[in-house]
């Protein structure tokens, strides 16, 4: 039997790693992770019980009891908390200026770090493959993958796509409106995470000058390289 197929792919905000992951998982027909919105979830659930994000301890507490269901169809994306669907509140601007002191908190990157394993292995085993997307997944969570994919892409064309993502506009304003999001985040992420340099064996993909189809397309091109097969 053919052992299922783990794409693991890394990036920075902003680098059009989770509608990327998104869309190769839909071509290979496999399922998908986004780790990102496991973090974003469980910060959503600590705001919502007031509990303070700097008291490392009770966070953790939090992620260990953390009531969350996070479906791994690309179709159908969604994330529940405590039987609340929170698909769109996670990625409010409460959240995403929160989510920093969560995912930098090394007992909660354990306690998810054993999760997202389990889900992977869960979707690999349903569909023949998966693609988890996050920051460390390629080196810290699935460094065993079959794929591994670093994608970035310039700041300043990340800035831009998520100025047009969160606030529809491009212009100076909205995308100094994002910039605290995008790369102060990356600061503060970086601190305990490597999403900034290919690790050995990891691919690197530019996107900075590619728009999305293309983006998708380059992984493709990757899966094929590392598995001397045809994809899509």
């Known amino acids: 039997m053919t052992a299922p197929l783990t794409i693991a792919i890394d990036g920075p905000s902003g680098s059009g790693k989770s509608s990327v992951s998104k869309a190769v998982a839909r071509r290979l027909g496999v399922g998908y992770l ?11 659930w600590c705001l919502e019980r007031g509990l303070d994000l700097s008291d490392t301890e009770a966070v953790a ?3 260990r009891e953390l009531p969350l269901v996070i479906s791994t169809d690309p179709d159908d994306p969604t994330v529940t908390v405590d039987g609340t669907d929170v698909g769109e509140a996670i990625r409010s601007t409460r959240v995403s200026t929160a989510v920093s ?3 930098t908190n ?6 998810l770090r054993v999760l997202q394993r389990d889900l992977m292995a869960r979707a690999a085993e349903q569909s023949g493959g998966v693609v988890a997307e996050g920051r460390d997944i ?9 794929v591994r994919v670093l994608l970035t892409a310039s700041e300043d064309a990340r800035l831009r796509r998520r100025s047009a993502e969160l606030h529809g506009a491009t212009d100076a ?11 102060r985040r990356d600061r503060d992420d970086s601190t305990v ?5 290919a690790a050995p064996g990891v691919t690197l993909v530019d996107t900075s000058e590619l728009d999305f189809d293309e983006s998708v397309e380059a992984v493709l091109d990757v899966v ?5 097969e045809p994809v899509g």
């Open 173 to 183: 304003t909205a995308v100094e409106a994002t910039r605290d999001q995008v790369v």
């Open 106 to 111: 090394l007992e909660v990157r354990s306690v």
């Open 61 to 63: 507490a939090a992620a």
């Open 101 to 103: 002191a969560v995912a």
């Open 138 to 146: 390629t080196t810290v969570v699935a460094p065993d993958a079959r």
């Open 34 to 44: 986004d780790t990102g919105a496991m973090y974003r979830a469980l910060t959503w």
């Open 193 to 197: 995470s490597s999403f900034t340099e």
């Open 224 to 228: 094929a390289a590392e598995t001397a």
